[in-house]
């Protein structure tokens, strides 16, 4: 959904997604982890691994943020395409978006260098 704005059509095909399909992956639980302790500490980890990475690339908070609500929004399709019924869809969005919320939140803590985000960073998500 991506490859053709800016900063995305410029990056190697290797360098576009990222750290995004292991963030899906943690996401929805592919690995079936039961604890949720674990599994939260993985996805702080790849959205964390993934801000860096986006901060090496020289992309700017604007960019992860909008990164991530296309994911939202791509899911929220694939969702609602699938004839998943509507309550099923609406309540599995109330949880993703908060699991997303959660990897902004990392992504932008490791994208500014810092253990603790101290600038606004809900500033610049979409939920």
């Known amino acids: 959904?991506?490859?053709?704005?800016l900063p995305w059509r410029t990056?190697?095909?290797d360098d576009a997604f990222g750290d995004v399909r292991g963030i899906l992956h943690e996401l929805f639980n592919e690995g079936r982890q039961p604890d949720g302790v674990h599994r939260r500490e993985q996805?702080?980890?790849?959205?964390?691994?993934?801000?860096?990475?986006?901060r090496s690339q020289q992309c700017t908070?604007?960019?992860?943020a909008y990164e991530v609500e296309v994911l939202a929004c791509a899911i929220e399709?694939?969702?609602?395409?699938?004839?998943?019924?509507?309550?099923?869809?609406e309540d599995a969005l109330v949880v993703l978006r908060a699991?997303?919320?959660?990897?902004?939140?990392?992504?932008?803590?490791?994208?500014?260098?810092?253990?603790?985000?101290?600038?606004r960073w809900d500033?610049?998500?979409?939920?």
């Open 123 to 127: 500033e610049h998500r979409a939920y």
């Open 99 to 119: 699991g997303l919320r959660d990897v902004t939140r990392d992504a932008m803590l490791a994208w500014a260098g810092r253990g603790e985000w101290t600038a």
């Open 61 to 64: 908070a604007e960019h992860i």
């Open 11 to 13: 990056m190697p095909l």
């Open 43 to 54: 996805l702080r980890t790849v959205a964390r691994s993934h801000g860096a990475f986006r």
């Open 77 to 89: 399709c694939v969702l609602r395409q699938s004839g998943a019924a509507a309550g099923f869809v």
């Open 1 to 5: 959904m991506l490859e053709n704005e």
